[in-house]
């Protein structure tokens, strides 16, 4: 019954949704209030129908209720509670669910907290979010319904992947959707300009947090996911370049690009065409994401449900969704004059540099990932472009970003002076240098360019501080100043800092573990001792226990450093009994310094175990690095000029009512 | 569902050479030849045992001799480009290999003819007149002494 009732609020949404997606667009056209006004109650009745529906399905999961497909199909009675919960959006139905009702929270946010737009741009770009809403609702009732039920009713679900059945994992889906859809109002915002005609200085006011809100969340989501193939699938790989997570980084790269033409639009009324374009480009990447995934189109490691008349589906609504942003864009955009006048070294400049590298990164994994599908639907030749392909051909850049990136974030508005800004860098080009040669001595035998890149990353943390310290005036004015002045910048200052800083921490990781990554792979025998990187592993045997829904054959070792004991790990084989699949669970001695990563393998011929040990040098500065950029869009987001629903005040005021 | 539902085993122990320089050209090489028969794996990382075979096989051509391109065109010439992770450089692939850097020097040349035809900021901004110091002080603002 609660069932039913979850399907019908989900019709009743899709009802809601067309309304919304056309009554306050007729109502902003004509300057009638009412109609207008209607988009904000349609928006929050959305929400709530869509919420209802999730929470139903919810209920459906957490109730083990075999006679609804979808719960048959992905749990199992006998699985842990938590699991049970993540098995909603652990398949395809569900997670789509979860992806309107996430759509639907983004549009009731607006509802509820933008007040200070003006009526007739809050209406159009509710409007615009209510028909994405319908193309979704549409795809959910018509071809992925996950109210269906069987009959009879199975006594048992068949339970949800192992894989799966990870806290990292659960939490994965709803970040990345957090981004992914947050994107859509960016989107929602340009093409309600577009249709409206004007972009301003406001405007970017207004779509800015949203952008900061998506991206803080795809890089949630993003480092959730790739933390989980480091510690789960066994060989700790933490980026494989694979299609799906392509996917969620393409639109991360514009995004990241689109906050920062945002802030030149803001500040200085420039690039907004520019800007439009780059809101419209990331949506629909995230809809070229969700079409990866969905459609099954392309091999890959996280290869989910998939379905052909599924992915018809998506791409029709990608190309309606992208071919209608844009032609409206090409209609309108050449009205947007720009106005700003900045000279050729300027903060400008510096963040025009910025998109160019974002944006053609973004380009360069677009061609890697969608390219061979080309080609083969061209020639009919399948090609791979592996990670040799993007190491060559993305990493330059993401060199060259990092080379501009302190200079860019020093350079003043309008006009700067190069050498007055490098002379304020040298100090943080000479300690970069330094850290560089200090690991060239410590860590010998890596490759040659490794210390470079070490060099390279603390260029970019080092170019922070020297920024920040820097406009506190350190050392020029008294302390008390200096620390005033401190508490004094601007969140959003503080912002950038740490999302810069975040950067060269991730990069650091990055280079630390692909330059000094040691192995050792062997038939070990029990009590064997396994000599690495100056630790010795000892391999105390194999006992057998059993957890929650699976049996673990748990490998126990013991680290030692000069003769003294440092550690004991378990790394463990689950064996699931329902789907009888294993996993494993890599034995982890994580630190800052370097991780000690353990595999436990299978029983071999000759008595012993299959083992594979790893030194992993500054892993963890990867998802250190990432955290911190997240802090840094948060702290942006709470900045208050981009406060969400803070009373009009300043410019925005300014702005003329319609 | 995820394909990777087994534990990800890749090489076993038994496969490996015995001279280390020899083996660690052995992963060099498998990590860039594709797994056929699985998602998007190199057979390196790889369980599937097409990927045993060709890592075993990649490793008896090691020890009789072969260099690492003999190596990588046999497996092409076997199974095709699509077994290199790394494509050849060719008319089909030229435009993935190059568009990287065509879009950063087009991209390039139209954001400078946007910078440099944008109108410059006066470089030295005229000073103040007495009248707009006096408005200014009215509001009860010192005009900027550092302009």
Redesign the interface.
Known sequence: MIAELGHFALILAFAVAIAQSTIPLWGAHKGYAEPMRFAETAALMGFLLIGFSFAALTYGFVNSDFSLRVVYANSHSDKPYLFKIAGVWGNHEGSMLLWVLILALYGALVAAFGRNIPPALRARTLAVQAMIAVAFLAFILFTSNPFERMDPVPVDGTGLNPLLQDWALAAHPPFLYLGYVGLSMPFSFAVAALIEGRVDAAWARWVRPWTLLAWAALTVGIALGSYWAYYELGWGGWWFWDPVENASFMPWLVAAALLHSAVVVEKRSTLKSWTILLAIIAFSLSLVGTFIVRSGLLTSVHAFASDPSRGVFILAILVIATGGALTLYAWRAPQMEPEGVFAPVSRESGLILNNLFLSVAAAVVFLGTLGPLLIEAVTGDQMSFGTAFFNLAFSPLMVMLLIAMPIGAALPWKRGDLPRVMKKLWTAAALSFLVGSIFAMWRSGGPLLAPLGIALAFWAIFGVIVDLSERVKLGRVPAGETLRRLANLPRSAWGQALAHMGMGITAFGIVGITAWESEDIRAARVGEMIPLAGYEIRFDGVERSKGPNYIIDGGMFTVFRDGEEIASLVSEKRFYTVQRTQTTEAGIRASLIEDIYIVLGDKQDNGGWAVRSYVKPFANWIWLGAFIMTLGGLLSLTDRRHRVGAPNRGKAAMVPAE | ??????????????E?LSDPALESRARELS??L?CLV?????ID?SDADLAKDLRILVRERLVAGDTDQEILDYAQSRY????????PLNA??I???F??PI??IG??IV?WR???T????P?KVPPLTEAERARLRDLGIEADREA
């Open positions: 569902m995820l394909a990777m539902s087994s534990p990800v085993h890749a090489v076993e122990p038994s490996i990590k860039g594709r699985c998602r998007n794996e190199n990382e095709g480009d699509y077994v290199l992770l790394k494509p089909k692939t435009l993935l290999w568009g990287g879009l950063l991209g390039g954001a946007q910078i440099a944008r109108p410059v900021p470089t």
